[in-house]
């Protein structure tokens, strides 16, 4: 049974960070790529951030280019976001997820989700 499990979000004012965490079990976690989405009241879910399974290419959103960064630790089975320079328009559940493609931006291609974290950025 897969499991995706987030931790790390909160309560955090405009300009501080966070670290997001999403620990996997029960899939070869080396071998698929990793996204983070995230879902605000009322608008859909969209694309944050990827790594490929070897953590060697990284993709980013254009909202969120320079403030934050994925890196995974493959021995632990871990991914993380680390989010920095924080915006009110961050607020939303993130999502961790994985993939076994290379199409890092399209939902659909994601098999396996977590839960969800929520990330509140008060101004």
């Known amino acids: 049974q897969v499991q995706l499990v987030e931790s790390g979000g909160g309560l955090v004012q405009a300009g501080g960070s966070l670290r997001l965490s999403c620990a996997a079990s029960?899939?070869?976690?080396?071998?698929?790529?990793m996204g983070w989405f995230r879902q605000a009241p009322g608008k859909v879910r969209e694309f944050v951030t990827a790594i490929s399974w070897s953590g060697g290419s990284t993709y980013y959103a254009d909202s969120v280019k320079g403030r934050f960064t994925i890196s995974r630790e493959n021995a632990k089975n871990t991914v993380y976001l680390q989010m920095n320079s924080l915006k009110p328009e961050d607020t939303a559940v993130y999502s961790c997820a994985a993939t076994p493609y290379a199409k890092y931006e399209v939902p659909e291609y994601y098999n396996y989700w977590g839960q969800g974290t929520q990330v509140t950025v008060s101004s």
């Open positions: 029960g899939l070869t976690f080396s071998t698929y790529g």
